[in-house]
């Protein structure tokens, strides 16, 4: 008795977390069947989910009469700076873990304060700050004031903190420099947070929209989501191409979301919230 | 050596920002100003008078309150439900559907908004169309002010369960088995373990999903930014996109500053209420 009702109680859990999934899966569906519609499949009363006539020339169209090319090769070159700002991120972490220094933890606190400011208090400032470099509508301009982050820095010293400093002096009693110990021993040890970190980095390195707004005036150096955000206000009518610009940014999201999703979820087990 | 890269960006991009929008929120600080420094005169308390006197402003204020009120507790309440309907097994069903309930979190707001923006289209949409399955009319989704501030919610909503869903996940698999074995020998049912067990253990996530969410909803911004850029009639304007639009849209520099000092002052003041409540709570 007691096990069936168990039972039950499973398979309405179970069919509960179905109904949700598939309600949260409904724009994604929506997304990735309208942009293989041809423009006339668009007006159709009722709507269909899934394309009669699919066509590629939605996708074909972002390319060759938009500048998508541009965008992605932009967005590109931001993802592999801020892969940078990930190194310089473990490094301070490593530095704060592991080496003493003068007002070593009042700079923690502070760092960690920098989290609390919301983004729209530094944003105007920052803006400044970025045209008196006479960075404003430059790449450096884009990628800089987002290039290291206080919650990364407080991952990586979280985890360096338990890496027993014996390793370190062995190593150093080998004669081994400064920067070699970081690289070729530190980095490997923290590899998961590299993982989760650099996965996180990624989806907010391709997913970067305000800022290039701002910093950005010239197309030249327009992002992916600048790009599409542009198509949604121009070809505010030619639905097919503005689903699949959409398209295009969110399937690699969650293709490589896919693959290292175990990683993420562990990833907040590491930072201790519980 | 290690260090120096990222406390020098950190400083000119985090800290000294604070300190310079505090400086030019007492000026009138404006795009002349910006070309040339020497035409900024000094406003004293003039911006933050007049932006508690803007409709605008108050308007966003008022919305802002809207959008916490309701979007909070959704977001609390169906991130941990669906944390603990994850929770309730491990086969590859509930891995996948793990990652199904993440995904909204992490794609990209344009495209959410250009998605979206499809689906509450007042003559092509899906939600149209399956409100006149049933017989209803069709609805203004971005249009109407008051439907507008709700649709943005609606899309808030959905996007922002995965993240907290992971966290509350996160604190569930870090509870015991042995406390729930000690229960079941008591004779506790499922109710009672998740009543007396499972939701006091995730008081600290709670905490946390709470406080975060609450400032996240008080920054509200870029649904409405790329959703409906705060209209129809200011309904959908939030505090944040104020801010930016005073700044970025008319360069009005010293004025939004001030608007984003009244922002952060709101934010702390919350999260020390939160706090204050929190200690309370663990000494009882």
């Known amino acids: ?274 | 050596m290690f260090i120096a890269p990222a406390v020098i960006l950190l400083t000119l991009f985090s800290i000294i920002p604070i300190i310079i929008a505090l400086f030019i929120s007492f000026t009138d600080m404006d795009l002349v100003g910006l070309a040339d420094y020497s035409s900024i005169s000094g406003a004293g308390f003039a911006n933050y008078i007049n932006i508690f006197k803007d409709p605008v402003f108050l308007k966003s204020m008022y919305n802002t309150m809207i959008y916490v009120v309701i979007g909070v507790p959704l977001v609390v309440a169906a991130s941990m439900g669906v944390a603990l309907l994850l929770n309730y097994g491990t086969g590859w069903l509930f891995k996948s559907f793990r990652v199904i309930y993440y995904m909204p979190s992490i794609t990209n707001i344009v495209a959410v908004a250009v998605v979206w923006g499809y689906l509450y289209n007042g003559s092509y949409g899906l939600f149209n169309y399956i409100l006149s399955i049933f017989g209803l009319p069709a609805q203004q989704w971005l249009q109407d002010p008051t439907l507008a501030k709700l649709s943005l919610i609606l899309l808030a909503f959905w996007k922002s369960i995965g993240l907290n869903m992971i966290i509350f996940l996160a604190a569930l698999q870090g509870i015991p088995r042995s406390y729930y074995e000690a229960a079941e020998i008591d004779g506790a049912t499922g109710w009672k373990k998740l009543r007396f067990i499972t939701v006091p253990l995730l008081g600290f996530a709670t905490f946390f999903v709470t406080i975060t969410t609450l400032i996240g909803w008080i920054q509200f911004f870029e649904e409405p930014l790329v959703m409906t850029k705060g209209g129809p009639l200011n309904a959908t304007m939030s505090m944040a996109l104020f801010i930016y639009n005073n700044g970025f849209q008319l360069s009005k520099f010293g004025y939004a500053a001030a608007g984003s000092f009244v922002l952060f002052i709101i934010i702390i003041i919350v999260t020390l209420i939160q706090f204050a409540v929190k200690k309370k709570e663990v000494e009882y």
């Open chain 1, 1 to 274: 008795m007691a096990l069936r009702m168990k039972h039950i109680e499973k398979g309405l859990m179970i069919a509960l977390l179905i109904i949700g999934g598939l309600l949260m899966m409904v724009p994604f569906i929506w997304m990735i069947g309208s942009s293989f519609k041809p423009e006339n499949e668009f007006t159709v009363i009722p709507p269909t989910l899934f394309p009669s006539h699919p066509t590629f020339s939605n996708y074909r169209d972002l390319f060759v009469k938009m500048d998508f090319v541009i965008y992605l090769k932009n967005t590109l070159i931001i993802v592999l700076c801020s892969f940078v700002g990930l190194f310089l991120n473990a490094m301070a972490g490593y530095a704060f873990a592991k080496f003493d220094f003068p007002g070593k933890n009042k700079f923690f606190y502070i760092i960690l304060a920098t989290m609390m400011i919301p983004g729209q208090v530094t944003m105007i400032p920052t803006y400044l700050i970025i045209n008196q470099l006479h960075l404003v509508n430059t790449m450096a301009g884009i990628v800089l004031p987002g290039l290291v982050g206080a919650f990364a820095i407080f991952l990586f010293r979280q985890f360096m903190t338990t890496i027993p400093i014996d390793l370190l002096e062995a190593a150093r009693l080998d004669g081994a420099g400064e920067l070699r110990i970081f690289f070729q021993l530190m980095v490997p040890i923290v590899k998961p947070v590299f993982a989760v970190q650099g996965i996180l980095t990624f989806i907010g390195a391709w997913n970067s929209f305000l800022w290039p707004l701002i910093i950005a005036n010239d197309e030249r150096l327009y992002t992916l989501s600048v790009g599409l955000s542009l198509l949604k206000g121009q070809y505010g009518t030619e639905f097919g191409l503005q689903m699949a610009g959409a398209a295009f940014m969110v399937v690699p999201i969650i293709i490589i979301f896919i693959f290292f999703q175990k990683h993420i979820i562990e990833g907040y087990t590491i930072s201790g919230i519980k």
